[in-house]
């Protein structure tokens, strides 16, 4: 997702420097090339060879090294970045930029560089409401400093409140976003995730294996592209993904419920969720004893949601998902038309990698003018990223 990236990660002292050391792992697993710039104050928490192994490149500490500035190393430095990010971001070194001081190796390359520069703040919470740091970081984003929010927590020094560094994570998606093109930016989108639950009794329900990931993958791509992102999401064990809008369902009639609510707001929806087509005809308000041999359950049939979208007169843009044990081009160009959408997505679930609860898929592309695109074998994350290619070229055109 990373690939070809260069990132310069400038460490500030600050006790949620560890934290960084996990971002670093996040950034090069996704194929980013990573440099380490670490202030006096970040070694005195970490020393560079933790970041020099990890990122497996020499880590920068000083402006006047007589090796590196023999090229004038900061500037290389700082002209080669796709990105920069600061973390944790101490109050003294965004000062220092905001107020133009450039006395250190980090701070006299972020002055130079051209690249996008992101901070992930960490600081006592008195400190991150003082009138001065609020100047200052509001100074930055007016000229177009990117920031990932400090979340609230119990902090280092044992206060509580808002200047606990953001998860790795979440910082990472930061960074992920500050590299993509907006090319679906003031689009709304929702997208539908997860399996649904429909109970029998108190402690029993009907439900499949889908894990979620394919559509919180495609949540995560779609809010990075620019987009206004709902995602309505069946129980899973996934973190809500950052900057979207996020609504939890538990049943194909919640599901239905959440889906129809936005449905005018959206331009594109996209549906991943595995709902469930038969929920059982009555649900017993307590603990279904075991009495004979064998047991029967009288189901009826859910509302199909991508159906009941599909006959809007003026709908927006509607991807379906196929997920199909055989003759997956002919069953899923039969949803295609009886559904009425716009495209959908193809998956052969009786493959060991693709479909449910794995982290790849195998996916044909199928659109209404009749042409199909064999996706082959892709992460999740790379599928989303090739749905929303069409999707965003379809906007575009209309
Ligand atoms: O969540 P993961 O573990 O990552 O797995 C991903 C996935 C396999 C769940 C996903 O890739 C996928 O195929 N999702 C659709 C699963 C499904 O329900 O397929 P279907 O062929 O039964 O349904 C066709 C379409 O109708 C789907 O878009 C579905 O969301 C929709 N539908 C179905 C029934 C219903 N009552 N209402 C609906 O809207």
Not at 11 to 20: D, F, M, S
Not at 155 to 184: H, M, N, R, V, Y
Not at 246 to 252: D, G, L, P, Q
Request: with cysteine; hydrophobic share 45%.
């Amino acid at each position: 997702m990373l690939t070809n990236k260069k990132i310069i990660l400038g460490i500030c002292g600050g006790i949620a420097v560890y934290k960084a050391v996990e971002l670093l792992r996040l950034l090069t697993k996704a194929g980013a090339e990573v440099h380490v710039i670490m202030t006096s104050a970040a070694q005195e928490f970490v020393t560079p060879l933790t970041f020099q192994t990890l990122s497996s490149n020499p880590v920068h500490t000083e402006l006047f090294n007589l090796i590196a500035e023999r090229e004038i190393g900061h500037i290389s430095l700082a002209d080669q970045a796709d990105l920069f990010i600061i973390v944790p971001a101490t109050a003294n070194v965004i000062g220092k930029i905001a107020a133009g001081i450039a006395d250190d190796l980090l701070t006299t390359t972020v002055m130079a560089t051209k690249a996008p520069v992101l901070f992930a703040p960490a600081m006592n919470v008195n400190m991150f409401t003082n009138p001065i740091y609020r100047e200052n970081e509001q100074k930055l984003r007016r000229l177009g400093y990117l920031f990932v929010d400090p979340i609230r927590g119990t902090l280092a020094c044992g206060w509580e409140g808002e200047g606990k560094l953001a998860a790795p994570e979440t910082i990472f998606e930061g960074a992920s976003a500050a590299l993509t093109e907006k090319d679906l930016l003031n689009r709304t989108i929702m997208i539908t995730a997860g399996p649904t639950r429909e109970e029998i009794d108190p402690v029993r329900y009907i439900s499949n294996h889908s894990s979620g990931k394919m559509g919180y993958a495609l949540a995560r791509a779609a809010s990075r592209r620019g987009a206004n992102v709902f995602l309505i999401s069946g129980p899973t064990t996934l973190a809500e993904p950052c900057g979207v809008q996020f609504v939890n369902v538990t049943s194909a009639d919640d599901m239905h419920r959440e889906v129809m609510a936005r449905v005018d707001e959206c331009d594109v929806i996209i549906k991943a969720a595995a709902v469930a087509d038969y929920r059982p005809l009555v649900r017993s308000a307590t603990k279904i004893k075991k009495k004979a041999d064998s047991a029967t359950i009288e189901l009826v049939r859910n509302r199909d949601i991508l159906a009941e979208l599909g006959g809007i007169e003026h709908r927006p843009f509607l991807v379906g998902f196929a997920a199909e044990t055989d003759a997956l081009a002919i069953n899923a160009e039969k949803k295609l038309r009886e559904k009425n959408l716009d495209m959908i997505v193809a998956n052969d679930v009786s493959q060991v990698d693709a479909g449910f609860n794995v982290e790849t898929n195998r996916a044909l592309l199928l659109f209404r003018d009749g042409r199909c695109i064999d996706c082959g074998l892709m992460s999740k994350d790379q599928l989303a990223g090739t749905i929303l290619d069409h999707v965003a070229a379809r906007l575009m055109a209309d």
